[in-house]
């Protein structure tokens, strides 16, 4: 027992139970290891001494705490009833029941007591139960094992002298919680305001002395059965977590946010199956690209394509579109499905020109990353379509089919670089927003009716904008430039070459003067040839703007090789 003033520091009842805790704790270990080595005729004498220990112990708690502790005094409040006596199983059984799961590194558990004999007898229970142990003699020795070697559980005393147990408690759950650092109370301090002083400040648990060690094994595992399920649900939810976000970055490519969390929420959302309803569709299309991406190197076409690509991606999502494809260099997208709103074809209308206006900025970087500047064409149109998950259980996308589908991509065709055309069923749904130009009437292949559709020259309201200029104003060249163009559609010849020149030009599109003129939006492909008459070893793609009867055209350039507008340049300076 301590002497002079740290003695007066403890009440006599507690030094008492402290004895009477060491008495038993030693009685049990040796009863342990007289019954591994088989002289069970010596196990009867101990047993008789752990029962009068506890006799002891009955009489202890009649001793009232002492009132300078802050206990309750003699009459005052009764004492936590007494764990029950250790049950009469074999040894080696208790054992085993405190033993860390097979196959896991045994934990760690730091004992914290100023007596050295409490530390000595609870350190051997538990090592021969299996655990780690380290052990403190006084509260910051305790905190800075705690904060420098890993700890799964701590067993406190609460009365230690300079620091107290509570403080060590304090100090301890100010930097870590009770679900990662379990705390269990092992103090003779009994009293129910201890208990309850002890489990507000944060202790997990909360045992009295003189300690029945299985009881204290049962609720040591539990904490760290529950610390490890705890941990396990923290690593499930990182999981959960770090799948979310790559579900939410990979589908945020092409779907907004809203709609991501709509389908990550609704289960009917992974069904396959689909359901016919009115959306409004945008598909672009780069112009002259499969031309284009013949004379780059594959690493030049991949990069041309990203930055393409993913600057309209950004675009389509911020006017919360659903991207339903890449095809190539062509995007379709959809606004209407997943979710559909009242303005899907004024804002599917912003969104193009949203995009004609960010041209700019990718071909910036194109000019920068030394690769060709490209022009697009776009197309929206309202209609009837079949929406939803469409493929197998085990590989499905969601999208849509249909006439519509079709049509959209025949009124694209008909674009030219820099245009937009709205179909006359988006121009009625989006109303008075749009700002078109003159209406045309195509006759789309697949289909028996002429289509019409306007030229979309900007939109009103919270979403104004203007569509760019589609081209240069063209000049008068003062040196005419031979040219030879052939009609295609796709990489097919539609119709045998013929001879003509370019007369008035800019980097964008020429007029071009022949004696046999090409039809109006049709596609062709020149060869331009220097001032000496050799062919450039370049391929120039157009459109047909407009057809004149006066031996003449007008092309639109949907990708201009940098060899033909160097020319085109010189043409116009010289003179």
Not at 83 to 112: D, F, I, K, N
Not at 168 to 193: C, S
Not at 238 to 255: A, D, H, S, V, W
Request: hydrophobic share 40%.
């Amino acid at each position: 027992m301590a002497e002079g003033p740290e003695r007066d520091k403890k009440s006599l009842r507690h030094e008492l139970r402290t004895c009477v805790n060491q008495v038993l704790g030693y009685s049990e270990l040796v009863q342990e290891d007289l019954a591994r080595a088989g002289q069970h005729r010596f196990v009867s004498d101990l047993k008789r001494i752990a029962n009068a220990a506890r006799r002891l112990q009955a009489l202890v708690d009649r001793v009232p705490e002492s009132t300078g502790e802050g206990g309750a005094a003699a009459g005052g409040q009764a004492s936590l009833p007494d764990p029950p006596a250790p049950p009469s199983a074999p040894a080696r059984e208790r054992r085993a029941a405190g033993q860390p799961p097979a196959g896991s590194a045994p934990a760690t558990l730091l004992v914290v007591d100023d007596d050295e004999g409490n530390r000595d007898v609870l350190a051997r229970v538990l090592r021969s139960k299996g655990y780690s142990v380290l052990t403190a003699g006084s509260g910051p020795e305790a905190i800075e094992i705690v904060e420098s070697r890993p700890v799964d559980l701590v067993l406190l005393d609460i009365m230690m002298p300079q620091v107290s147990g509570l403080d060590v408690l304090k100090a301890l759950r100010e930097r870590h919680p009770a679900a990662a650092l379990p705390i269990i109370m092992a103090t003779a301090k009994d009293q129910p305001h201890d208990v309850v002083q002890a489990l507000s400040m944060g202790a997990n648990d909360y045992v009295a002395k003189p300690l029945d060690f299985a009881v204290l094994m049962a609720r040591t595992e539990a904490q760290l059965s529950l610390k490890r399920a705890m941990a396990e649900i923290r690593r499930l939810n990182e999981e959960l977590k770090r799948r979310n976000q790559f579900i939410r970055r990979t589908f945020g490519r092409y779907l907004s946010d809203e709609v991501v969390s709509s389908l990550l929420e609704t289960p009917e959302g992974q069904r396959l199956g689909g359901e016919k309803r009115v959306v409004t569709l945008l598909m672009s299309d780069l112009r002259g690209f499969t031309a284009l991406a013949e004379r780059l190197a594959p690493e030049q076409v991949v990069r041309l394509l990203n930055n393409y690509l993913g600057a309209m991606a950004d675009v389509i999502t911020r006017f919360q579109g659903t991207i339903d494809e890449f095809i190539g260099d062509a995007i379709l997208a959809l606004f209407g499905a997943p979710l559909d709103r009242e303005d899907d074809a004024e804002r599917a209308a912003a969104c193009a020109v949203a995009m004609q206006l960010a041209m700019a900025e990718v071909n910036e970087t194109n000019r920068r990353e030394g690769l060709p500047e490209v022009q697009m064409g776009v197309a929206v149109h309202s209609g009837e379509v079949i929406v939803g998950n469409i493929g197998s259980q085990t590989r499905a996308k969601y999208g849509v089919v249909g006439t519509n589908v079709n049509l959209t991509a025949r009124i694209e065709s008909f674009t030219l670089p820099g245009q937009i055309l709205v179909s006359d069923s988006a121009a009625a749904s989006a109303g008075e927003a749009l700002v078109l130009g003159e209406s045309r009437s195509f006759q789309a292949k697949g289909f028996k009716d002429p289509v019409t559709a306007y030229e979309l020259k900007g939109v009103r309201g919270r979403h104004g904008a203007v569509v760019p200029p589609a081209e240069e104003s063209m000049e008068a060249l003062s040196r005419e430039i031979p040219v030879s163009f052939t009609v295609v559609d796709g990489t097919h010849v539609r119709q045998s070459s013929a001879e003509g020149r370019f007369v008035r030009a800019s980097a964008t599109g020429a007029w071009v003067r022949a004696r046999r003129n090409a039809p109006a939006r049709a596609n062709l492909r020149i060869r331009v040839r220097d001032e000496g008459g050799e062919e450039l070893p370049v391929d120039l793609y157009a459109k047909v703007v407009e057809g004149e009867s006066d031996g003449g055209f007008q092309v639109r350039f949907s990708s201009a090789p940098p060899e033909v507008v160097a020319l085109i340049r010189s043409a116009r300076r010289s003179g």
